[in-house]
């Protein structure tokens, strides 16, 4: 008798949860399965969705590409049918390690390097639909420029994922993304609290120099992820 108790006990809770709303089965999900990149990555999507904010997803520093397959995912799940996606990467790794970064070593030369084909291998066998994709290869320092800029389709930016760890690589990726922004805009800093949370390293000394040459642009602290992440939703003045 109790174990018959159990399982309609359990069938009736089972119902329960079939009959919550998207919203809420999506934060049932997020508690259980998903990694705090991926956390992060429903909350700015489902923003997104909320603002109305017709833009494009920027990803720099993909590696193997888990978190574009979650953002690509997520887009899809709060109705971004029309977002396209694009990944930024040198597939080679990080570049030579110098400057302010070399004050607390934390990354390496070529740490997280993988190759643009298993990039496309580990993405397209993951659903993500590559037509809605475009890949720029290569060091920011040599890629992000004007020509690059001409070339892309980008309308403007709803959600910008930098995953640069470093100050120099982070500085030509925040000069690059400043005509994209717009009011609403998620910005996303994957290495925030990296060089132990030093604000004169890493992307943080770099987000600082930036705003101060971009009086028009402000960000508001929107949510913090995992040890080492933190994001700002853009206001433009």
Same mark, same amino acid.
């Given at each position: 008798?109790? %174990?018959?108790?159990?399982?309609?006990?359990?069938?009736?809770?089972?119902?329960?949860?079939?009959?919550?709303?998207? !919203?809420?089965?999506?934060?049932?999900?997020?508690? @259980?399965?998903?990694?705090?990149?991926?956390?992060?990555?429903?909350?700015?999507? !489902?923003?997104?969705?909320?603002?109305?904010?017709? %833009?494009?997803?920027?990803?720099?520093? &993909?590696?193997?590409?888990? +978190?574009?397959?979650?953002?690509?995912?997520?887009? =899809?799940?709060? %109705?971004?049918?029309?977002?396209?996606?694009?990944?930024?990467?040198?597939?080679?790794?990080?570049?030579?390690?110098?400057? &302010?970064?070399? =004050?607390? =070593?934390?990354?390496?030369?070529?740490?997280?390097?993988?190759?643009?084909?298993?990039?496309?291998?580990? +993405?397209?066998?993951?659903? &993500?639909?590559?037509?809605?994709?475009?890949?720029?290869?290569?060091?920011?320092?040599?890629?992000?420029?004007? =020509?690059? $800029?001409?070339?892309?389709?980008?309308?403007?930016?709803?959600?910008?994922? @930098?995953?640069?760890?470093?100050?120099?690589?982070?500085?030509? @990726?925040?000069?690059?993304?400043?005509?994209?922004? +717009?009011?609403?805009?998620?910005?996303?800093?994957?290495?925030?609290?990296?060089? $132990?949370?030093?604000?004169?390293? %890493?992307?943080?000394?770099?987000?600082?120099?930036?705003?101060?040459?971009?009086?028009?642009?402000?960000?508001?602290?929107?949510?913090?992820?995992?040890?080492?992440?933190?994001?700002?939703?853009?206001?433009?003045?």
């Amino acid at each position: 008798m109790l %174990g018959k108790a159990i399982r309609k006990m359990g069938i009736r809770l089972y119902r329960l949860v079939l009959g919550l709303s998207t !919203r809420y089965s999506i934060y049932l999900g997020a508690l @259980v399965r998903y990694t705090a990149r991926e956390g992060m990555l429903e909350l700015a999507m !489902r923003f997104v969705a909320a603002s109305k904010l017709e %833009g494009d997803y920027l990803e720099f520093g &993909v590696w193997s590409g888990n +978190t574009f397959i979650a953002a690509f995912n997520f887009a =899809q799940r709060s %109705g971004l049918k029309s977002m396209r996606f694009y990944a930024f990467d040198s597939f080679q790794g990080l570049p030579e390690i110098e400057g &302010v970064d070399l =004050q607390f =070593q934390q990354f390496s030369d070529g740490q997280y390097a993988c190759s643009l084909e298993q990039f496309k291998a580990n +993405t397209s066998k993951a659903g &993500v639909d590559l037509h809605r994709v475009k890949i720029i290869p290569g060091w920011y320092k040599d890629v992000l420029n004007e =020509q690059t $800029r001409k070339e892309l389709p980008i309308r403007l930016a709803a959600v910008v994922w @930098v995953d640069c760890d470093l100050y120099s690589s982070t500085v030509p @990726v925040l000069d690059f993304i400043t005509d994209y922004l +717009t009011t609403g805009t998620v910005l996303v800093f994957d290495d925030w609290f990296c060089f $132990r949370g030093d604000p004169s390293k %890493g992307e943080q000394r770099a987000a600082k120099e930036w705003l101060a040459k971009h009086p028009e642009i402000e960000l508001v602290e929107y949510h913090k992820f995992g040890y080492h992440g933190n994001s700002f939703i853009v206001q433009k003045l």
